[in-house]
């Protein structure tokens, strides 16, 4: 392979831009998930609150919708205690204690972080119970 293939390794600031990217993709992606959980007990009272529904129906649909709460719950469960969300969390505890006002943070888009990114997958590309967010090119 000639010297000049070789892909000299990104500067630390634009290496450090991309892992900030990626913590901000992470984020939104819990954000959407706690949003999504805001629906979990209506619709856990949909079932039996239909007219004209027999109690065998009314206790299916509460039983799918039960099974489906508990799977969504689970799943944000675990998305939050993997060891990068900890590790995201743990700098901005830092970075608030270095600047309680988090003044640089008033420039930072709240929404729009996972646009940039193609999907998350558990596991590829990361650690053990971690997340790997792939960037779209």
């Known amino acids: 392979m000639a010297e000049e293939d070789i892909p000299s390794p990104p500067e630390p600031q634009e290496s450090q831009a991309v892992q900030h990217e990626a913590a901000l993709a992470h984020l ?3 954000q959407d998930q706690l949003t999504a959980l805001r629906t979990t007990l209506p619709s ?3 079932p039996l609150t ?3 529904t027999t109690k065998t129906e009314a206790f299916n649909g509460l039983k799918k919708a039960a099974v489906r709460a508990v799977s969504d719950v689970e799943a944000f469960r675990t998305r939050w205690e993997t060891p990068q ?5 743990e ?3 830092e970075s608030r204690e270095r600047d309680g006002l988090l003044r640089a943070g008033d420039k930072v888009p709240v ?3 996972t646009d940039g990114y193609g999907h998350v997958d558990a596991g590829v590309g ?3 119970g971690e997340t790997a967010v792939k960037k779209e090119s």
Do not use: C, F, K, S
């Open 85 to 89: 969300t900890q590790r995201i969390l």
């Open 28 to 30: 939104e992606t819990l």
């Open 50 to 52: 239909r007219p004209n």
């Open 126 to 128: 990361a650690g053990q």
């Open 44 to 46: 856990l009272l949909t």
């Open 111 to 113: 929404y729009g972080w």
């Open 91 to 93: 700098q901005a505890r």
